[in-house]
Nanobody
Framework: VQLQASGGGLVQAGGSLRLSCAAS????????MAWFRQAPGKERDFVAA??????YYTDAVKGRFTISRDNAKNTVDLQMNSLKPEDTAVYYC????????????????????WGQGTLVTVSS
């Protein structure tokens, strides 16, 4: 599976961005998918995950971010609203393939495939 993340950019606080993760090489409709982010000087953190129609979010983004998938397009998106400066980070999409029957996880090392990352910068 190859994952390509896109949609990052510079936005003012309170604005919105929509990230997209396009998969190729294999359909991802059966696999748990997730978004993680890594801020400068910090560790990579879980943001959101989706498995079938079940969604999970880290507390910091609940009510502001929405993860969704389009099986026809083989994509997973992250709609980010009410952005804050602390949302500034490189965002990565990930797929859990080898152990997909275990469902989603907040742990990055349980995902097998990663996109290259897309930078989101939120100015105050």
């Amino acid at each position: 599976v190859q994952l390509q993340a896109s949609g990052g950019g510079l936005v003012q606080a309170g604005g919105s961005l929509r990230l997209s993760c396009a998969a190729s090489g294999r359909t991802i409709s059966l696999y748990p998918m997730a978004w993680f982010r890594q801020a400068p000087g910090k560790e990579r953190d879980f943001v959101a995950a989706i498995n079938s129609d079940i969604r999970y979010y880290t507390d910091a983004v609940k009510g502001r971010f929405t993860i969704s998938r389009d099986n026809a397009k083989n994509t997973v998106d992250l709609q980010m609203n009410s952005l804050k400066p602390e949302d500034t980070a490189v965002y990565y999409c990930a797929a859990r393939v080898a152990t997909f029957l275990r469902g989603t996880s907040r742990l990055g090392n349980e995902y097998d495939y990663w996109g290259q990352g897309t930078l989101v910068t939120v100015s105050s």
